[in-house]
């Protein structure tokens, strides 16, 4: 099983040059359930990476271009009145595929972004008094340009919370960039780009990972990281108890994909930050940074259990 999740990374990486811990972190919360923000700069690869992972799982794909004009409707679909029949008969949106790209997000009105979230927590969406639920495995990769820019709406604190991680591609290095230059003189890798797990392979993985072990110790640590973020004496919100569960669950698919049967210390801290950064919310730090110092000195002052 674990060979499997590997070769997803692989797969990935034949397209996403670099060593970013964002692609790591994108397979790790498919493994985990989850969903992943990505913000980055525009232009070094939070789509490809996006694109890479649904075409390297044969899936439904789906990809939506967040705009200040993009409704909830587009999301989530319509009824419509079928003159033939005499009845209404509903059309589903993007939301009912497997695998969602909604590409800046934050460009999107507060209102279309609220149309995510029963879907990323329930698997479902409600249209119009009647509940659909949504094919599995469900993922939702959403990219997002720095707050700074023009024309973007900050995401609010509960759908923030609704993504497993926050990651970052970052710049690649020298050689990675020479690779991308000679790479893409003719076409783009990702054409060329093959499925290496189905759907029912994904779900598998999905069930052994909840498999992995996390001792009573570390359980007690990854709570004390989380009460640690509530208890400074600054204007933030501190983590909620589904921040803890979501650093469990990273931590027990990453543990899955190096081979392990059991989550370690060292786990817990290389996946705090990306995990539970985002759900520190202050009203006057729109960048999020506040959030990676506040997990940062959690992690230099709560004591490592042996």
């Known amino acids: 099983m674990g060979a499997n999740a590997q070769a997803l990374l692989d797969n990935i990486r034949l397209v996403v040059k670099g060593d970013s811990p964002a692609v790591e972190h994108v397979v790790i919360a498919l493994l985990a359930s989850g969903h992943v923000l990505l913000e980055d700069a525009p232009g070094v690869g939070k789509t490809v990476l996006g694109r890479s992972l649904a075409k390297s799982i044969h899936s439904d794909f789906a990809r939506v271009q967040g705009t200040p004009d ?32 909604m590409d800046e997000v934050n460009r999107a009105t507060p209102k279309t972004q609220s149309a995510l979230l029963e879907a990323m927590e329930e698997r479902q969406i409600s249209v119009d008094g009647v509940t659909h639920t949504l094919p599995q495995p469900f993922l939702v ?9 023009e024309g973007t709406y900050p995401l609010p604190e509960a759908q923030l919370d609704r993504f497993l991680l926050k990651s970052s591609l970052g710049y690649p290095e020298r050689e990675s960039e020479i690779t991308i230059l000679r790479e893409q003189t003719l076409r783009h890798p990702i054409d060329d780009l093959k499925p290496v797990l189905t759907s029912e392979q994904v779900l598998e993985l999905q069930t ?6 996390v001792s009573e110790v570390l359980l007690g640590y990854i709570v004390d990281l989380v009460r ?9 919100t501190g983590v909620s108890p589904r921040g803890g569960l979501a650093l469990r669950r990273a931590c027990q698919a990453k543990a899955f994909l190096e081979g392990r049967t059991y989550v370690t210390p060292e786990d817990i801290q290389q996946l705090a930050a990306v995990t539970l950064g985002h759900r520190v919310y202050s009203l006057t730090d729109a960048t999020g940074r506040m959030g990676l110092e506040v997990v940062a000195d959690a992690l230099e002052k709560v004591k490592v259990p042996v």
């Open 70 to 101: 993009l409704l909830p409707s587009d999301l989530t679909g319509i009824q419509i009145y079928n003159q033939k029949e005499g009845s209404f008969e509903f059309r589903p949106g993007p939301l009912h595929r497997q695998i969602i790209l």
């Open 141 to 149: 990769v959403a990219t997002q340009n720095p707050i700074e820019q």
């Open 208 to 213: 052994e990972v909840r498999k992995v072990e």
């Open 228 to 236: 640690f973020t509530r208890e400074q004496n600054r204007d933030i």
